[in-house]
């Protein structure tokens, strides 16, 4: 029979086997924790890419071509401009209910200042962006120096600016073809080109340009790792040094300029200044930010990440149209993302702790 030590060393060499195993296991898990953690971006750039391949194999070269893959850039550029602003907003544990009603207010003023006054075109833009820069700063005045709750702030001034617009513009809309012959410029963004039998658009080519230049912004300068550190913890912040009440302000002030600037790709997208346009551009901003993974208690996330989520929605409806599917099918697929992307970012946020 076997002795005492044989079986305390079985004992000890099956236990460390375990260990091994255990350590192994965790040291896995927590590689790609650690990759999530600090990528943010990893998970959205994930589904993306699987959700382009299974429509791709389902479809074929149906979807798999330059026009297709265009096409969802130019169906989520609008989104995806809004989303970068509504992006900074969460970054600092904030919310924007009024990017959307920014954008279009911002159009109106372009297109009203140009036809009903005669401004001359590149004036009125400018106004149409100073004004919702303005709209902008007011919000993060409220936020930053009269404390109040961003949701209460932004779902107020959502109300203020949407009546606001339909008062100033009469809801009238300003004519495609009217815009055409007379100030073409302010179709600007919807001007197309080809690229290797690609087409696109300067409000695309905008798009991403500004998701790469905030990307840089955020990561190597001063003020993008102030606005991490105030959505991480304003007091900490203040105590380190960073002038919160000035960094929410700018933050706010450059949503509104950011949005300004989807007004005016929106009206290169609907080719005419309708003040009805834009209606969803709220709920589908905060869609991609969520799916992208930027975290809704701010300090966390990727504007890639965004850019990410614009997409995966963009390539849903895309998909799902082409195959057939009724249009509900992309709002419940949507809505198990959002889901999944705030369980993944409180895990992550859970095992970071």
């Known amino acids: 029979m076997p002795s005492d030590d044989n079986f305390e060393a079985a004992a000890a060499s099956a236990t460390g086997e375990i260990a091994s195993f255990d350590e192994g296991h965790k040291g896995f898990v927590g590689k790609f ?12 750039l994930i589904v993306l890419l699987a959700s382009i391949a299974i429509f791709g194999a389902l479809l074929g070269s149906k979807f798999f071509s ?6 969802i850039l130019q169906q989520v550029q609008i989104v ?33 200042f140009t036809f009903r006054y005669g401004i001359p075109v590149e004036v009125a833009i400018a106004c149409g962006l100073t004004f919702g820069t303005m709209v902008g700063a007011l919000n993060g005045w409220l936020v930053a120096v ?19 617009n339909f008062l100033y513009s009469a809801n009238e809309t ?27 658009t300067f409000g695309v080519l905008f798009m991403l340009l500004l998701v790469l230049l905030l990307a840089y912004v955020l990561k190597h300068t001063a003020w993008g790792r102030h606005v991490y550190a105030v959505g991480d913890d304003p007091e900490a912040a203040e ?3 960073v002038n919160v009440k000035k960094t929410l302000i700018s933050v706010y002030a450059l949503a509104g300029l950011i949005c300004a600037f989807a007004g005016w790709a ?20 905060i869609t991609a930010v969520v799916i992208g993974g930027i975290s809704l208690f701010g300090g966390r996330g990727s504007i890639l990440g965004t850019l990410f989520g614009a997409l995966i929605v963009g390539v849903f409806t895309l998909g799902l149209r082409l195959l057939g599917a009724d249009a509900q099918w992309t709002f419940l697929l949507i809505g198990l993302l959002i889901i999944a992307a705030v369980a993944v970012d409180q895990w992550i946020r859970k095992v970071a702790a």
Request: hydrophobic share 55%; net charge neutral; glycine share 10%.
């Open 146 to 164: 009269m404390k109040l709750p961003p949701f209460i702030v932004t779902l107020g001034m959502w109300q203020i600016v949407l009546a606001a």
């Open 239 to 241: 105590l380190s040094g």
């Open 80 to 112: 995806g401009i809004v989303a970068a602003a509504q992006s900074l907003v969460i970054l600092t544990a904030g919310i924007d209910l009024s990017v959307g009603a920014i954008a279009v207010i911002s159009s109106v003023v372009m297109g009203q």
């Open 266 to 285: 929106l009206i290169g997208r609907i080719g005419s200044v309708s003040p009805t346009s834009g209606q969803l551009l709220n709920i589908e901003s």
């Open 66 to 71: 330059p026009f297709a893959l265009t096409l």
């Open 174 to 200: 300003i004519r495609s073809q009217d815009i055409a012959e007379q100030a073409p410029l302010l179709q600007l963004m919807g001007a197309k080109f080809n690229l290797g039998g690609a087409v696109f």
């Open 33 to 44: 924790h650690h990759a999530l953690h600090t990528t943010p971006a990893l998970v959205p």
